[in-house]
């Protein structure tokens, strides 16, 4: 299994082991919701054939934050409240205030929460003691700050902070698209965006497109900074590097594959071949941005 966007976090303080951390864990496990709930979190297993919530593979660890929510659009709420105003207006000889109209959806809410279907979905987050490495699977700002939140409640004396570096993402991106080469294990591929720093915020797209540098440099030169860049590490792992210096799009290139009978053996091999892949990328990203700011 592949994360296919990264959110990355320093592990700066705590010592996390597999056994602590499965304790922690199975005390917080998702639990359904209640009949009044609109939502329940708490952590899965990682795979659902096995019972642990950490799930392990060499010094690497896996973890999965659930979340389930109850199906229940505002329009259905609208509409069964608009039947009931409409009843109660007919009662009363006159329409309901503000007031009153407020407390018929929180009743209509209520009443339609025991029925309403629930959804479950899983946030992966990858663990790298040794590396200092917590990266979480997932584009979104809010899905990764939902999962940190519900750690720290579940982990004490555990502390992260977010990846920052000495040269932002959007000014070595600039550079690269200017005419300096970017560092000999990364290659430009035929994706950026490049947009204005001027209220407008105008902004130009290439999409598989092979980028001439006279094009983005005149782009450049008018005021637009690179704010999204396509990139393949080591001919070996593709991706798009966001000036908040998200990764996303990871796609493996290339890599061999062992063999594997089970699914369990196909997991522990695609595991330990992303998180050892990664485990070089990352510091490499890191050093084709001048450092890690520990400032």
Known sequence: MWFKSLQIYRITGGNITPDQLEDALSKRALQECLQLELQSRGWMWPRDEKENFVHVFGQHMLV???IEKKLLPATVVNQHAKARIIQIEQQQGYK???KQVRDIKESV????LPRAFAQRRKT???IDPKGKWFVVDTANTNKADELLEVLFQSVDDLTLEPLDTKTSPSAAMTRWLSGDEPPSVFTIDRDCELQGMDDEKATVRYTHHVLDAAETTRHIKAGKKVTKLAMTWGQ???FVLHDNLQLRRIVPLDILKESAETTEELFDSDFALMTGELSQMLPDIVDALGGEDNT
């Open 236 to 238: 070996k792992i593709s």
């Open 109 to 112: 809410l209520i009443e339609l």
């Open 124 to 126: 992966y987050a990858w």
């Open 96 to 98: 309901p205030g503000k």
């Open 64 to 66: 999965a934050l659930g």
